[in-house]
């Protein structure tokens, strides 16, 4: 089994639509990261936590929230998707210290 | 601002050959440097961590080296073979800032037989 999981693998929505991205992981790592990737751009932080009561915003939260369910634990929502959101979505966690940081295959997700 | 700069062209080359690919910064100051192997529909997947003290770092047919007068780190790949065809990524990972990591957009190596 992976090590951090991502659910759905891929996702067609409309605008206007709430989505909720999934991230589940059995490294027990406290650390977990929300990124977005999108071509030319690289990867771009969206939100992060650090332990189950700690939740901060990345480089580009405006449209999203996320909530820390356990420490396995890590979802994504879009309120209301907008086209604009249409990229892959990557979910990863990090050990202590300098430690490398460990990602879900993604969820590929379009918003019509 | 703080800026990583990749290579965004592909880089081709002939198998058994040597690639370099590099990973430029500015207005950052580093702590640690770390490469990503991502293959396409796959996360980024872990190589290489180097530290700001250690000049190079070896891995198998993989090395990095790390020049922060320069800014600048490059990862060889010796003896390429078309199964290391995939996109690299360098990322930055400062003393504080909460040790976040940031990437670079990635450079696509295509191993050619």
């Known amino acids: 089994d992976a090590d951090v999981t991502q659910t759905p693998r891929n996702r067609i929505t409309k605008t206007g639509k709430r989505i909720m991205l999934e991230c589940s992981q059995t490294k027990g790592h406290d650390r977990m990261y929300w990124y977005r990737q999108d071509p030319g751009l690289g990867l771009r932080l969206i939100y992060y936590s650090f332990d189950v009561k700690d939740i901060n915003k990345g480089e580009i939260s405006d449209g999203y929230s996320v909530s820390r369910q356990a420490q396995a634990k890590f979802s994504l929502s879009l309120e209301s998707a907008i086209p604009n959101q249409t990229a892959l979505y990557f979910c990863a966690t990090r050990g202590a210290g300098n430690q490398p940081q460990h990602f879900g295959d993604g969820t590929r997700l379009s918003i019509l | 601002s703080q800026k990583i700069e990749q290579n965004s062209e592909a880089l081709n080359i002939q198998e058994g050959k040597t690639a370099t690919l590099t990973c430029n910064y500015t207005?950052?100051?580093?702590?640690?440097l770390q490469w990503y192997r991502q293959d396409p529909g796959r996360g980024p997947v872990f190589l290489l961590l180097?530290?700001?003290?250690?000049k190079e770092k070896r891995k198998e047919r993989l090395k990095v080296t790390f020049d922060t007068t320069l800014k600048q780190s490059l990862f060889h790949i010796t003896a390429s073979q078309p199964a290391d065809s995939a996109t690299y990524l360098c990322a930055l990972d400062p003393l504080n800032a909460g040790n976040m990591l940031t990437f670079g957009g990635g450079t696509r190596l295509m191993v050619k037989p």
């Open positions: 180097i530290r700001e003290n250690e």
């Open positions: 207005n950052y100051s580093p702590a640690y």
